[in-house]
């Protein structure tokens, strides 16, 4: 089983940057997809941005222009770094990381807040 561990989360000045980190708490996996999901009070758990194993990426229409997710394949880490935040950014975001098995893990979530 794949214990993801996220890093990266605070809060943030107005306007500010955060850059999350995701990443397997041992090695040895075939990772495939990989995104970044959040879930605000009271609110559904939505998807932020999703990266393929060869590097394409899709963005929520609310965070296009202002966050970009990338990967490092090697170590099977996953990054978002998030631009020019806003209130409607706060949320606790989370990491989810599929292997080739078909099976889909999840972090513990990281709190963000602007």
């Known amino acids: 089983q794949v214990q993801l561990l996220e890093s990266g989360g605070g809060l943030v000045q107005p306007g500010g940057s955060l850059r999350l980190s995701c990443a397997p708490s041992?090695?040895?996996?075939?990772?495939?997809?990989m995104g970044w999901y959040r879930q605000a009070p009271g609110k559904q758990r939505e998807s932020v941005a999703l990266?393929?194993?060869?590097?394409?990426?899709d963005y929520a229409d609310s965070v296009k222009g202002r966050f970009t997710i990338s990967r490092d394949n090697r170590r099977n880490t996953l990054y978002l770094q998030m631009n020019r935040l806003t209130p409607e950014d706060t949320a606790v975001y989370y990491c989810?990381?599929?292997?080739?098995?078909?099976?889909?893990?999840w972090g513990q979530g990281t709190q963000v807040k602007r």
């Open positions: 989810k990381a599929a292997t080739n098995t078909g099976a889909e893990y």
């Open positions: 041992s090695s040895g996996w075939s990772i495939t997809g």
């Open positions: 990266i393929a194993n060869g590097g394409r990426s």
